[in-house]
């Protein structure tokens, strides 16, 4: 058992990160905030029940490189990354881990992880190069070959739809605040369905709507860099009508496809006592973490919004009720850090601000390490949704440690055990508390680029240097692989 005391003496023992967070800032507050009422983590009593998937997850323009090869087409981070001032030292994706090419080292070292699931990300671009019209085979043929080595690795393949590469025609026609887009998106995710449902029969549709909706469009820091809060509406109205088109589309072209998304989640717990907080931590609830969720399955907005939803700004028209919902057979929860919720009457429509505390240690790009948040909003989720099916489709943390000088093939980083076996856990606890939580997809397998970060933040389970492409198991990918073929975490 690892007591809260504990946790927090590691953390000052192994000392904070640098760089500030891309989805919050993390402030040092009062130690006691929100600490007091912390169970001790139980690693050793970790139960996880049988058959549990342990995975990993990637993502096509993070990993693959070959941006321009077999007919693929411009996607809206090929821009992005290619425009000065945009990607922390002009980093792009050009290369990246270079999986196109090595998708089969990259496979075997899954397997060498014992790993179950692979979650993985198919670029729009290399299917329809510029997002409608005609098939490219060659793009349908490497998802084909990487499915099929999964397959023979004795791996379920768990395919992401769209995992933030917009077509970059798609964008110079609006991008996702165009309301065409959900029929071209649909239209894409029935033809992906088609060509792998024979194979691939666990499907996310989207990726962390939220936060490629609000960084593209509202404050930019993501492409394509767009900052208007209305465009970023229109985009989150666009993707729940595109949500619940591709899931119809989906089944009609594979009956047997069991489809989710994957959703970011971070629960917010009030700043203060004040019951102005804690209306606001409610609508940060419906906006940050349900907005794709609640609108998929009840057909309606949640109350996100300081008054009604803005409708006429969103574009939602008459029958749209019915076209966002999808009856998702899985709800796919991204779980990094926990924030905190003031009311904020400056901050448009929603009027809410988010802090990330820093009470819990820090990793090296900002983000509080805070296990038990893992629990609370996989609790939450099966509450308010009636105990759906759940799978962590991503969790995980960035330090820097690579490969010892002396001993080039070790790679210690104690730091991200410790993350994984107080999140692996929580996640325990949640479970024996009733949630339905069938898989667990570690971010990431391997080092990869981090967006509008680049390539200087590392949250692989094996280390990439990118130079040579040469790939070294952490001590993390070692522990990570004991705990998938022994199914707890004493190990
Ligand atoms: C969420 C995203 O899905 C993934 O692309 C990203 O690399 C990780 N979180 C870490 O920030």
């Known amino acids: 058992m690892i007591d809260r005391r504990q946790f927090l003496g590691n953390s000052l023992l192994l000392g904070a990160g640098a760089a500030l967070s891309r989805y919050a800032r993390a402030l040092p507050i009062a130690a006691s905030a929100g600490a007091a009422a912390m169970p001790p983590i139980d690693v050793a009593g970790a139960r996880f029940p049988p058959n549990f998937l342990w995975g990993s997850a990637t993502a096509s323009y993070q990993v693959e490189g070959a941006w321009q090869e077999d007919g693929k087409g411009p996607s809206i981070w090929d821009t992005f990354a290619h425009t000065v001032g945009k990607v922390k030292g002009g980093d792009t994706g050009d290369v990246a881990c270079d999986s196109y090419h090595r998708y089969k080292e990259d ?54 739809v769209f995992h933030w590469d917009l077509p970059q025609a798609l964008e110079d026609q609006g991008g996702w605040p165009n309301r ?93 006592d004040s019951a102005a907080d804690h209306a606001a931590a409610e609508r940060y609830h419906a906006m940050n973490n349900v907005f794709f969720l609640y609108t998929a399955i009840h057909g309606e907005y949640p109350k996100a919004f300081a008054g009604d939803p803005p409708h006429d700004v969103m574009g939602v028209q008459q029958g749209d009720s019915k076209i966002v919902q999808a009856p998702l057979d899985w709800i796919g ?118 967006w509008a970060e680049g390539y200087s933040q590392r949250f692989g389970l094996v280390y990439v240097d990118f130079r040579h492409q040469k790939r070294t198991v952490k001590d993390s990918g070692l522990w990570y692989g004991k705990v998938a073929a022994a199914n707890h975490l004493n190990v």
């Open 180 to 272: 065409d887009t959900y029929k071209a998106f649909a239209d894409y995710a029935g033809i992906v369905a088609k060509a792998l449902g024979d194979r691939v029969t666990t499907w996310a549709i989207f990726n962390e709507p939220w936060v490629f909706t609000y960084l593209g469009y509202c404050n930019g820091i993501h492409a394509p860099g767009r900052k208007d809060w209305k465009l970023f509406l229109k985009a989150a109205h666009t993707v729940n009508l595109a949500q619940g088109e591709a899931f119809r589309a989906m089944k009609a072209a594979s009956p047997k496809a069991k489809i989710g998304s994957a959703f970011s989640m971070s629960p917010g717990a009030p700043a203060s």
């Open 333 to 450: 929860i991204n779980y990094y850090n926990r924030h905190l919720i003031s009311n904020a009457p400056d901050v448009p429509y929603v009027q809410y601000s988010d802090i990330m505390p820093a009470v819990g240690p820090i990793t090296y790009n900002g983000w509080e390490v805070w296990p038990w948040g893992l629990y609370d909003i996989v609790t939450r989720i099966s509450k308010e949704y009636n105990r759906p099916i759940i799978e962590i489709t991503e969790n995980g943390c960035a330090y820097s440690d690579g490969p010892l000088p002396e001993d080039p093939l070790r790679a210690p980083d104690p730091r991200r055990i410790e993350f994984y076996q107080g999140h692996l856990a929580e996640l325990a606890r949640a479970i024996k508390d009733g949630a339905d939580v069938r898989g667990y997809h570690a971010w990431s397998l391997l080092d990869n680029y981090e």
């Open 107 to 160: 496979i075997a070292l899954m397997k060498q992880l014992n790993l179950k699931s692979a979650r993985f990300s198919i670029a729009w671009t290399r299917i329809q190069p510029s997002g409608t019209g005609s098939v490219n085979q060659k793009g349908i043929d490497f998802y084909s070959r990487y499915v099929d080595a999964l397959l023979e690795a004795g791996i379920r393949p768990m395919c992401t």
